[in-house]
């Protein structure tokens, strides 16, 4: 399945705001919005990549909006850090099979 990357992002922009975080990759469905780092630092780093294929799988399980929808109610529930989906895409970071799934162009 073939993945994009968007960098300079202004969605990743207003996410690295108000997470306070300098850095930061959003999924919205099979697009990488990316603030603060440059694609080819960011496909260095296997385990972030992998964090966010993960969150590419919940886009396609869920739907776009279905998964939208989840992951807000889930984050108004819990926060950031306790969020299942960020959970999930945590304990992804070290399964490198998910980097044989995706082609990033
Ligand atoms: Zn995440």
Redesign the pocket.
Known sequence: MQISIKENSWLARLAAAKLRSPQVAMVLGSTIHLYGTRSVDFLKDQAWVC??LK?VQQFRQYGFTGFLLRYLVESVRKGYHNNRF?CE?RKAEQDRSLLQLFTIR
């Open positions: 964090h966010e969150h960020e895409a």
